[in-house]
């Protein structure tokens, strides 16, 4: 990822719509699986900036790692009372069973990712036995547009792809379903159309991540908040921009 995106992430993650939708499904999905859970120590494995990190201290003590130093002094000025670690997902600096929880929201898709097969593998090792996973990722390789060169995207997933390569790390799937459903139309939509529209990259560096007037920001954080009923009842959505996972290491 550029290092003005990292900069363009930390600006928008408390207030843009889609940072904060997103979040909140993630969240209510997380607050389920976990009301019979005291105290869980957690693993941010790709934190960034971390303005989910901050939020994951509700649930437990947390522990935020990155492998890009501009994304975690960034995380590091929100003065988390996490702790923060350097290094790869597909080789944690962590001991077997270290943790009991492991969320991961937008990371093995990236360019940095260089097998993702590897860092599920190693998601599952540093999970305690019957440690809760929740897996977030960009969905269908087609919708490719501006903004995933600019946050250097390797891959985008299938619903398929991402069940095949769960249970062959070892995890058990409790709940799969697609993500920002209610804004796809558009936003494919908008995708297909920049297949025909030359993009200047000198134009800006936040083509997804423009941040619109309060009133409009609001009724998109709406959409994806109507969305997020659905994730504690464990209702899958038809489809989506994303893909979400709770799973369970075997």
Sequence with gaps: MEREQYEVMFQREDQHWWYSGMRRAALALLRQALRDTTAPLILDAGCGTGGTTLRLQEFGTVVGLDLVPEALELAASRGLAARLAGGSVERLPFRDGSFDVLTSFGVLYHAGVNNDRLALAEFRRVL???????????????????????????????????????????????????????????????????????????????????????????????????????????????????????????
């Design 128 to 250: 305690r036995p019957g440690g809760l996973m929740l897996l977030r990722l960009p969905a269908h390789d087609w919708l490719r547009g501006h903004h995933d060169r600019l946050v250097h995207t390797r891959h985008r997933y299938s619903r398929q792809e991402v069940t095949d390569k769960l249970d062959a790390a070892g995890f058990s799937i409790e709940h799969l379903s697609w993500a920002n459903s209610i804004l796809f139309p558009p936003a494919v939509a908008k995708r297909l159309l920049e297949r025909f529209t030359p993009h200047d990259e000198a134009a800006g560096a936040e083509p997804d991540l423009w941040q619109p007037p309060g009133p409009l920001n609001a009724l998109l954080e709406q959409c994806l908040a109507v969305e997020a009923l659905a994730f504690p009842r464990r209702i899958p959505l038809p489809f989506g921009l994303s893909l979400i996972s709770l799973a369970r290491a075997a």
